[in-house]
């Protein structure tokens, strides 16, 4: 059944992209090492580079990925060319060795058709004396999808999950959980519970990894045939944190780390789709007419608020990273764009969705542009005091959609004895995110506001160990009532409310994967965030303009 799972995948997986994490968490578990993800203009026919020691010889692998199967035409148009470039160049990575034996592998994710497999053949027995030397042999073998199927069971789920008694629970839940995506029938929440199971089992790091990578792109290409992108980007968080964890550990941080940067790669393929099939399908309606579902006014507020995050997650993931100015241009004003034209963007349905306005309030800061990212804050503000007051608050960070459901509804069906939920992650979160504006009128508004609502604050503090991923410790803290100041924030210090006074100052994962890591796992986790590392996020960015004269109150805003 597993090689079903695994061979349907390598039949449908979209992209060579999407296969880079998984591969090279392969790779480390079968023993390579020094394993290099190579990209970008200069990488030479070479997609990962590792080394692997053969007897006493220690010999430089390169392995050039390809997707679907491999016919005669496709290898003398498209890829022999790649092969033989491999072959002969000795550029590329600065890990890459070429003084010894080379050994280049063609992966498939398809097969050999016909013809293809005697030129493959013929080629493979000219390889050592065309390209070799003396001193430096070469070598050319393929991989097709029948050896990754293997290679993948044998070391990763079910060579690994078998040993013990709790692997087979394990073994056994994978298959629960990919019948529940297969199914439509699993949640953003229940995929971040399953992926705990990442972080700590197996205890052997290489084959817990791979474990990771290859079951969260089985996630994640199934969710990408029904175009459901947010679920995508979840299953590769939940890769993502169990990587974080083993750097964070310091197990084989310079593979961890670039194999992180693979999982980063795959993310940002799909949300650049996600944005390319967005402005495909937008017309002045919005995003109203892409929303399907029977309860269609609240799947709506739920695709509006997801698709504001996915944006936000681009700008830092895309624009930000790479540092390109005109793809960071073109996220903002299409998160401008969705803002003022869909109002279910400030309809936040529960405090799941708080952490979601983190990433396009400070993508709005880092392209200065202050005015759009109060004009949102304001606006959610109003949605949020109007269910304090009006209705039964707003259902808690780890709620269901049923839950949701019956926190929107309690008000007119009061059968449903939902009690009055007052504590609100998302005011915090609003408060917060005023603050970064460095506006006091929009700072004042916001908090002013929520406390005439009789929001009360709470905030989550995790402390800089394996806790913040997740897993059992001690450290955290739950501020239930917080205090704000009520003069203008001071975010030099970083002390305008009292839950700021035990957050760290930095974390040991900026210093090696960046500040995006952080907001991958508030991403996944929907509980925490990290306002300390904001001002590293948006300090590169030109000075904010000021709020103009204009500044529209709540009051102003409120929807009759």
């Given amino acids: 059944m597993l090689r079903n799972v695994l061979d349907d995948y390598l039949a449908n997986i979209a992209a060579e992209s999407s296969l880079i994490a998984p591969f090279m968490a392969l790779l480390a578990a079968m023993g390579f090492e020094d394993i290099h993800f190579v990209h970008g203009p200069f990488e030479f026919g070479k997609d990962v580079i590792t080394k692997k020691r053969q007897g006493e010889t220690l010999v430089q692998y390169v392995f050039q990925l390809k997707r679907g199967d491999m016919s005669v035409g496709k290898w003398r148009s498209e890829v022999r060319g790649q092969v033989e470039t491999a072959l002969s160049s000795n550029l590329g990575d600065p890990a890459f060795n070429s003084d010894g034996p080379v050994e280049v592998v063609l992966v498939l994710t398809g097969r050999r058709l016909g013809a293809v497999q005697l030129e ?13 030397r003396e001193a430096r042999p070469r070598g050319f073998d393929v991989w097709d999808r029948d050896t990754l199927v293997e290679q993948f069971a044998k070391h990763g789920l079910e060579g690994v999950n078998r040993i013990t008694v709790g692997g087979v629970l394990d073994y056994g839940a994978f298959f629960t959980a990919y019948g529940q995506v297969l199914a439509d029938q699993m949640s953003p929440r229940a995929l971040e519970e399953y992926s705990r199971r990442w972080l700590d089992e197996p205890k052997e790091v290489a084959p817990r990894l791979l474990i ?3 079951e969260a792109e089985a996630f994640a290409s199934k969710f990408l045939e029904r175009g459901e992108y947010y679920e995508a980007v979840t299953s590769y968080a939940g890769a993502a944190r169990a990587v974080q964890r083993s750097v964070f550990d310091e197990e084989g941080v310079e593979f961890h ?3 992180y940067e693979a999982i980063l790669d795959a993310i940002t393929q799909i949300l650049k789709i996600f944005k390319s099939r967005l402005l495909a399908s937008l017309d002045e309606k919005g995003l109203l007419p ?4 029977n309860a269609l006014p609240l799947s709506y507020a739920v695709q509006c608020c997801r698709t504001l995050e996915l944006l936000g997650l681009l700008y830092f993931l895309d624009g930000v990273r790479d540092k390109n100015e005109e793809r960071q241009a073109s996220i903002v004003e299409l998160i401008e764009r969705i803002h003022s034209q869909d109002p279910g963007t400030v309809h936040p349905l529960s405090d799941v969705f708080a952490v979601g306005y983190v990433p396009p309030v400070l993508a709005l800061l880092h392209a200065s542009k202050s005015q759009a990212a109060s004009k949102l804050l304001a ?3 109003v949605f949020v005091c109007d269910r304090l007051e009006d209705g039964k608050g707003i259902a808690g960070p780890y709620a269901t959609p049923e839950e ?3 926190w929107v509804f309690a008000t007119l069906l009061p059968a449903l004895q939902v009690h009055h939920r007052r504590n609100c992650l998302i005011a915090t979160v609003l408060c917060d995110l005023a603050a970064m504006t460095c506006d006091e009128s929009t700072y004042k508004d916001v908090l002013n506001d929520l406390l005439a609502a009789g929001a009360a604050f709470w905030f989550l503090t995790v402390p800089d160990t394996p806790v913040q991923f997740g897993l059992p410790g001690k450290g955290s803290i739950m501020f239930p009532n917080i205090e704000y100041v009520e003069e203008a924030p001071d975010l030099n210090g970083m002390n305008f409310g009292n839950h700021l006074e035990t957050v760290p100052e930095t974390y040991k994962l900026t210093s090696m994967l960046g500040t995006n890591a952080y907001l991958l796992l508030s991403f996944l986790m929907r509980d925490r965030y990290f306002p300390k590392l904001w001002l590293q ?3 590169n960015s030109e000075p904010r303009e000021p709020i103009a004269e204009g500044h529209v109150s709540r009051a102003e805003l409120r929807h009759d």
Wanted: contains cysteine; charged residues 30%.
């Fill in 379 to 381: 606006e959610t503000t």
């Fill in 290 to 293: 892409l929303v399907v579902g």
């Fill in 404 to 406: 949701e459901l019956e």
């Fill in 120 to 132: 493959l053949k013929d080629f493979t027995a000219e390889v050592p004396e065309r390209f070799g």
């Fill in 212 to 214: 990771a990578c290859a």
């Fill in 257 to 259: 780390v670039s194999l």
């Fill in 537 to 539: 996020m948006i300090r």
